[in-house]
């Protein structure tokens, strides 16, 4: 019992309780091994004898008796005399076991056994988390904050798994001090050297899906499905529910009465605006109703040859000038949201342009094309359209400095007083 003893006085084994015996056990041979051959230049002729109900371990060492003076190699071979000290009755061409005890290898070899289990048992449970995390990917998951950083949130969960929620997978709004309890998906699980960096996200798609899954029972069970999402995290989102059943509107029975049953998601992503569609798959029918509120007059699709940029295609979407801005929406995010979920690149046009109106498109000599396609994004693609338009307005919508919209509205202006 030796041997057992000397490794149960290492209480780091003794005490843990994330491995069972039969792998403590296995562990502990591979690395009685890895010490034989630093001792002995080979472990070929030792026996490692491992009991795991009773938790015993002995090592046996297995030599050819030789005549006196004829040994070659000693870890293989033992002198007739020595072999006589263990066995008086031994002869020439057999073979002695002999049982070798830890601190026959020597105290040195003894610290560094000591450190090849601890790294070995670490590098066991790394793995055991690594594959635990990799099957919950994309999965809902609550932890503990346990230490708020300026760039991370560091978790801990019931099973004292360090997660990492980074600053770009939190919601603007979020604010948790230690002690809270947060929810997210395991955006990512990756082993980074021995030790699994484990990444919950509150900002993914994926993880609006799971909240939908998790606090309406029809998705749960799968009578309505969630077709696609579209987030700006903490700001709006878009979600296209379907269900192949009649008697179910899968709209209706997603927000609940009152949007009782929206609410609780809306609190938990910091009061995020969520718009739920119903999905179809009439391509025109679809763009329309992710572009509510905005009443669609027509449009026209051009389908791309392949995808570019995620996109499927290009809409020219025509609407009465009073829903441009509705279509556009607060900062462009109802068209960039619309445009996310239907994969479509889209662009707004107002129905009819006035005569003495001009398309910006005409002004590309005297205004960089960048220049012109910010101002689209918000809906602006005549001249008047621009200057009808605040200085101030136009700033706030766009990304465009005030002397930039200054030198546009002039240019503009310039060809309506020739």
Known sequence: MENIALIESFSEFKDNKSIDRVTLMSILEEVFR???KRKFGSDDNFDIIINPDKGDLEIWRNRVVVADGEVEEENEEIELSEARKIEPDFEIGEDVSEEVKLIDLGRRAILALRQNLISKIHEHDSTNVFKQFKDLEGELY??????VRHNAIILLDDEGNEIVLPKSEQIRSDFFRKGDSVRGVIKSVELRGNKPAIILSRTSPEFLVKLFEQEIPEVFDGLITVEGVARIPGEKAKVAVDSYDDRIDPVGACVGMKGSRIHGIVRELGN?????INYTKNEQLFISRALSPAKIVSMEITAYDELQNGKKGRVNVFLKPEEVSKAIGKGGVNI?????????DIDVQREGIEEEDVELTEFTDE???WVIQELKNIGLDTAKSVLEMSVEELVKRTDLEEETILEVQKILREEFEE
Do not use: G, Q
Request: aromatic fraction near 4%; charged fraction near 25%; proline fraction near 0%.
């Open 367 to 369: 205004i960089e094309a």
């Open 272 to 276: 995020e605006n969520i718009d739920v």
């Open 34 to 36: 890895s010490a034989l």
């Open 336 to 344: 960039r949201l619309a445009s996310e979920l239907t994969k479509y």
């Open 142 to 147: 609550s932890a503990e904050v346990h230490h």
